[in-house]
T-cell receptor
Framework: DTEVTQTPKHLVMGMTNKKSLKCEQH?????MYWYKQKAKKPPELMFV???????INESVPSRFSPECPNSSLLNLHLHALQPEDSALYLC???????????????FGPGTRLTVL | SQQGEEDPQALSIQEGENATMNCSYK?????LQWYRQNSGRGLVHLIL?????REKHSGRLRVTLDTSKKSSSLLITASRAADTASYFC?????????FGKGTTLSVSS
């Protein structure tokens, strides 16, 4: 299984809602990532988990809260978002986070989030 | 933060032609990777070239890396309509990948 799955595919939420994005991989990867991508822009890294521990938080606002319940699952909890948070949210995984040439990342299809 | 800059931003070619995209970056790297993205969906890893490599091939793809000029190029030979997508270079120096702005390739039949 070389697939990263993400649910839901689309999400529309109000600014007062609480919702969660889910990501799953069964490749035995020990690093998982959340990216945010606005239209016609490159992905921007939000969080990195390595061996289920948060290793990088790219100064993301606290209204985004990541969680890694186990080595296969990654969640992104959303609360009190703003309309400018509307974007494609991508999850990715890799074997490890080391820079020794093993950081090929496998991406999920993304969740298209719209905040009203 | 953004590291790579792709050139050109957009490229339109006919099927069968070759497409060349360039990427420049600013800091030292361990490896450089190229990804493809179709219509705002997930990215697909195409090829990884390590900092001590100069050229790498994978099928119709050829990637070069010049660390002295801090630049890389991606060549797609004999392009097909299915190659229509956005292409991003991504550099890795530490843990994170940093993506360039991307090149949008359109291949018409």
């Amino acid at each position: 299984d070389t697939e990263v799955t993400q649910t839901p595919k689309h999400l529309v939420m109000g600014m007062t809602n609480k919702k969660s994005l889910k990501c799953e991989q069964h490749m035995g990867h020990r690093a998982m990532y959340w990216y945010k991508q606005k239209a016609k822009k490159p992905p921007e890294l939000m969080f990195v988990y390595s061996y289920e521990k948060l290793s990088i938080n790219e100064s993301v606002p606290s209204r985004f809260s990541p969680e890694c319940p186990n080595s296969s699952l990654l969640n992104l909890h959303l609360h009190a978002l703003q309309p400018e948070d509307s974007a494609l949210y991508l999850c990715a995984s890799s074997r490890a986070t080391g820079a020794g040439g093993y950081n090929e990342q496998f991406f999920g299809p993304g969740t298209r989030l719209t905040v009203l | 933060s953004q590291q790579g800059e792709e050139d050109p931003q957009a490229l339109s070619i006919q099927e069968g032609e070759n497409a060349t995209m360039n990427c420049s970056y600013k800091t030292s790297i361990n490896n450089l990777q190229w990804y493809r993205q179709n219509s705002g969906r997930g990215l697909v890893h195409l090829i990884l070239i390590r900092s001590n490599e100069r050229e790498k091939h994978s099928g119709r793809l050829r990637v070069t890396l010049d660390t002295s000029k801090k630049s890389s190029s991606l060549l797609i030979t004999a392009s097909r309509a299915a190659d229509t997508a956005s292409y991003f270079c991504a550099t890795q120096a530490g843990t994170a990948l940093i993506f360039g702005k991307g090149t949008t390739l359109s291949v018409s039949s």
